[in-house]
């Protein structure tokens, strides 16, 4: 699969690939899920790159490298991954199990943490101008969205940073995310 893929008809109004933490800002405020979104959770790792399965922009393995990675968690446990070749939304246990198959074989800088946000506080406190995503010489590591950037100005770091317990929301590590949901 491509990772231009439709989503779906729902949420393909407001999904870009790359911009994983556009798409689920925006989705936080789509009435038409069925369920309402309770968490936003960053993936990352305290070493730089964090390698999640199932994911539509890996190889042929499904698995790609993330810098970090944003999903929503809904109030019915289901995960909201617009980038899984699983379906969406899939029941959380199910996604933290094929999402992380041999994350106790990797090395404690690439082990899979969580930062958990309540939705409604980051639907209200996000920005973004995109610098994340610019070269050096001003192009684009990926064409952005075609809507307007979120929020003013810059604090993404600030949710993606899994080493700063003062951030937004919790951290867990992968048991006690498995533990939570």
């Known amino acids: 699969m491509s990772p231009n893929r439709d989503p779906g008809p729902v949420l393909a109004r407001r ?11 925006w989705l936080c405020a789509e009435p038409a899920l069925g369920a309402e979104l309770a968490q936003v959770i960053f993936v990352a790792s305290i070493g730089g790159a964090c390698p999640v399965a199932e994911q539509r922009a890996g190889g042929p393995d499904g698995v790609a490298w993330w810098d970090y990675h944003c999903i929503g968690l809904d109030t019915d446990s289901r995960i909201w991954d617009l980038d899984s070749r699983l379906p969406v939304p899939v029941p959380a246990k199910d996604w933290l199990t094929r999402s992380f198959p041999a994350a106790a074989e990797l090395p404690e800088a690439l082990q899979p943490r969580f930062r958990l946000v309540p939705a409604a506080s980051y639907r209200a406190e996000f ?55």
């Open 127 to 181: 920005a973004s101008d995109r610098r994340h995503m610019c070269t050096s010489d001003g192009g684009w590591l990926h064409a952005p969205p075609p809507w307007p950037c979120i929020g003013e100005g810059w604090n993404l770091d600030r949710y993606r940073d899994v080493r700063d317990p003062a951030g937004p929301g919790r951290l867990l590590e992968l048991e006690g995310l498995a533990a939570s949901i």
């Open 15 to 25: 999904y870009h690939p790359f911009y994983c933490e556009e798409n689920i800002w």
